[in-house]
Each structure stands twice: as C-alpha cells, then as structure tokens.
C-alpha cells in the first residue's frame, strides 16, 4: 500500500498527517499528551489537512485537556502490595514464588495471586500476568460477539487481542477482523461489551457519522455512558514514543 507519512504544523500545533488509499479523511487525538494524527486520503493536500484542522481545533483541545488530567497508574514493579485490575475490580497484587507452571489465581474479591518461578524477574511477571489476561479475554469475548452478531446481523471472521497503545479497538472491514486491547481485560465488562459493539457497528457503517451514531443508540442506548467510564478509567502505564 502507497503511504506517505510526514509532519505539519497548524496554529502552532504538530499534526501528523498520513496519507494512504483510504476514501475518507479522519482526524484523531491520541493518549497520553494529545498526539494529533490526520489519516488522509492520498489525493488530498497540506492545505485540505490545516482546514480539516482549524475547524477541529475546539474539540482538539478538549480532548488534549481531558488527557491532561486523566489519571494514570505508576509504573508496575510487579511486587507484592501493588493494586492490579480486572473487570473493573481493584485487586491487591500478592506474589507467591513457588516450583511450578506460572498462574493466576483470585482467592478471594480483593486478592490477585500471581505464582511463579523463585527467582522469576518483573518483566517475567508481567508476561505471566498478561497471558491470563489475554485468556480470560479470550473466553470472555467470544459469547458477547455471538450475542451482538446475531441482534446487528452481522458476521466476523476474525477475532484478535493485542496491546494497543492509542485504541481500544479497531475493525478491519474487509477482512472482517476485529481487534480488542488487551487493557480492556480490566475494565468492566460493560466497556468490554461497549468496544465490541462499536466495532461491529463499523460492519454496517465506516466512518463515525450520523448513520453510525443511530445505530448505537439504537441497539446500545447507553453507549455514551459506557464510553465515559471507560475514558476517563486510569490510563495504564506505558512507555509511549511516537
């Protein structure tokens, strides 16, 4: 695919803009300082970009300022004591260094059991503690995507969990393949639920337009509440560079 990729600055402000074969141009603002990127279609020039912008620049900054503020969790040392998520619940991690496969255990509703190697290194942890959660996600997912498939009529062929660092998903039309962050393993389930519709939506309209907007509120009244929660949810810690 023919994609050029360069900076522009508009009022003072640093806009990446990515030009490939797409038809439409989309405009977005990216955690954690408000990265602003404008993909674009390859026909379309510097001067097309800046209008785009200009008349973007109020929601620009409100969204800059909404990840000013927006809390975020330290750097995970992956030691006993630290509090770790899941589904929306706050668990205090405990590390049990034993012989044994690695695993994730909650004994109870406030404790979150980690169990390794003696001697086993954070990153090591880490990797642990994320493979439970792509698996839990992994179960989880799958009767929730039946579900909204069946009532959109809709169908996806492909479903995908990664670490995503500026979405919680994305649809591949074509391929009809979705991906989900694997951050949301955190979240309620009701977030969890939001993502997964929003992504389906997009098998029946592309672009976030009026069209799209009637179908969520058709079939998931509640969105924007679900969409709240989950943006202004702390953000996790990441090593971001761009």
């Not at 990446?16 to 379309?44: C, D, F, S, W």
């Not at 969790?73 to 991690?93: A, V």
């Not at 479903?159 to 074509?174: S, V």
Request: proline residues 6%; hydrophobic residues 40%.
């Amino acid at each position: 695919m023919n994609i050029e990729n360069r900076q522009i600055t508009v009022n003072g402000l640093s806009v990446q803009v990515v030009q490939k074969a797409i038809k439409n141009l989309h405009l977005g603002v990216y955690p954690p300082h408000g990265r602003v990127r404008v993909a674009a279609p390859l026909a379309v020039n510097d001067e097309a970009v800046r209008l785009a912008v200009i008349g973007k620049l109020g929601w620009i900054k409100r969204q800059r300022a909404r990840f000013h503020v927006q809390p975020r969790q330290s750097e995970r040392e992956m030691i006993s004591g630290e509090s770790h998520y899941f589904l929306g619940r706050r668990y205090r991690l405990r590390v049990v260094q034993q012989p044994g496969a690695p695993k994730v255990v909650l004994p109870n509703r406030s404790t979150m059991e980690l169990h390794v190697q003696p001697g086993c290194t954070p990153g090591k942890r880490e990797w642990v503690l994320h493979g439970w959660y792509r698996r839990q996600l992994r179960e989880l997912v799958p009767p929730l995507l039946e579900k909204w498939q069946s009532i959109l009529g809709v169908r996806v062929a492909d479903l995908r969990i990664k670490r995503m660092k500026t979405k919680w998903g994305a649809c591949n039309i074509e391929a009809r393949r979705i991906w989900l962050s694997l951050e949301l393993a955190k979240k309620p389930v009701r977030c969890l639920e939001y993502i997964g519709v929003h992504e389906l939506a997009h098998l029946l309209e592309r672009a976030h337009n009026d069209r799209f907007i009637a179908i969520m509120d058709k079939y998931l009244p509640p969105w924007r509440t679900y969409r709240q929660e989950l943006n202004s949810a702390p953000l996790a810690h990441e090593t971001w560079s761009y």
